[in-house]
Nanobody, 116 residues
Framework: QVQVVESGGCLVHSGGSLRLSCAAS????????MSWYRQAPGKERELVAT????????KYIDSVKGRFTISRDDAKNTVYLQMNALKPEDTAVYYC?????????WGQGTQVTVST
């Protein structure tokens, strides 16, 4: 059974930085993608960034390019989202999704709040 756990969210001032972690367990190989989504109050959940563990393919949405960076520790099945120059509009619950060939697996989310 695949389990996904996010951590690292907290309150930070505008312009500050945070690093989120997404740890996955129960994976048998590297045939999966890991993605970060976020959902702000009253808004739909949106994809922020994604990485293919097998190919290394990376994708970011335009609003975070140059500010957010994905890195990975394959030995720990963990992906990190380094978030710099945070803005109030980055405030949201951040979710990690692990996509295997048979289904998507979601974490419980971690709250990021950016104050002005």
């Amino acid at each position: 059974q695949v389990q996904v756990v996010e951590s690292g969210g907290c309150l930070v001032h505008s312009g500050g930085s945070l690093r989120l972690s997404c740890a996955a367990s129960g994976l048998a190989n590297n045939e999966y993608d890991m993605s970060w989504y976020r959902q702000a109050p009253g808004k739909e959940r949106e994809l922020v960034a994604t990485v293919s563990i097998r190919t290394g393919y990376l994708k970011y949405i335009d609003s975070v390019k140059g500010r957010f960076t994905i890195s990975r520790d394959d030995a720990k099945n963990t992906v990190y989202l380094q978030m710099n120059a945070l803005k109030p509009e980055d405030t949201a619950v951040y979710y990690c999704k692990v996509s295997t060939w048979w289904r998507d697996h979601w974490g419980q989310g971690t709250q990021v709040t950016v104050s002005t």
